[in-house]
């Protein structure tokens, strides 16, 4: 199970931080990341941290977003900054099996906005 929590709404410009709890440790995933979707497209991944903590990000938001965890907390991160409009989406947790399979989030609003 996927909890996220953090979205809302914010000015373009400004930060927020999303956070994924997992119900289980987080290095027995092979990876764990964030997709999100936004009105009319497809989902698409925004980051991700493999159980080995190697990260890897979609390139036009190289820079501005960055994922990490906790893994005492079970948790991984996402630090969004510089927001932007385009930003607008709903944000999910994913969690990838190593042996294929995964879980979701239910997913969080995140709206750019002034």
């Known amino acids: 199970q996927l909890v996220e929590s953090g979205g809302g709404l914010v000015q373009p410009g400004g930060s927020l931080r999303l956070s994924c709890v997992a119900s289980r440790t987080i290095i027995s995933f092979n990876n764990m990341g964030w997709y999100r979707q936004a009105p009319g497209k497809q989902r698409e991944l925004v980051a991700r941290i493999s159980s080995g903590g190697n990260t890897n990000y979609a390139d036009s938001l190289k820079g501005r977003f960055t994922i990490y965890r906790d893994n005492a907390k079970n948790t991984v991160y996402l630090q969004m900054n510089r927001l932007k409009p385009e930003d607008t989406a709903v944000y999910y947790c994913?969690?990838?099996?190593?042996?294929?399979?995964?879980?979701w989030g239910q997913g969080t609003q995140v709206t750019v906005s002034s």
């Open positions: 994913n969690a990838e099996e190593y042996y294929g399979g995964g879980y």
